[in-house]
Nanobody, 113 residues
Framework: QVQLVESGGGLVQAGGSLRLSCAAS????????MGWYRQPPGKEREFVAV????????NYANSVKGRFAISRDYAKNAVYLQMNSLKPEDTAIYYCYAPGPYWGQGIQVTVSS
């Protein structure tokens, strides 16, 4: 059974940082892109960031460019999202994603002003 499990969320003040982790199990994702999406309160799920299978290419939503960084660890079958200079509008449930599609259960990130 394939599972994506997020961790590292929580409550942080504006300007702070958090690092989300997504641990995959049940199969290897070393040959696929992996990414992050988020769903703000009362809004639809939206794209945040993606990293290609080789780790050589990344893409970000305009709203997070320059503040967030996605990375991956092939040995751990994991993907990460480093979030810096957080803003209240970054408050959302964050989901790990891999083509399949496979989704994590989501993790809450709350940024207070």
């Amino acid at each position: 059974q394939v599972q994506l499990v997020e961790s590292g969320g929580g409550l942080v003040q504006a300007g702070g940082s958090l690092r989300l982790s997504c641990a995959a199990s049940g199969r290897s994702f070393s040959r696929t892109d992996m990414g992050w999406y988020r769903q703000p309160p009362g809004k639809e799920r939206e794209f945040v960031a993606v990293i290609n299978w080789s780790g050589s290419g990344t893409n970000y939503a305009n709203s997070v460019k320059g503040r967030f960084a996605i990375s991956r660890d092939y040995a751990k079958n994991a993907v990460y999202l480093q979030m810096n200079s957080l803003k209240p509008e970054d408050t959302a449930i964050y989901y790990c994603y891999a083509p399949g599609p496979y989704w994590g259960q989501g993790i809450q990130v709350t940024v207070s002003s």
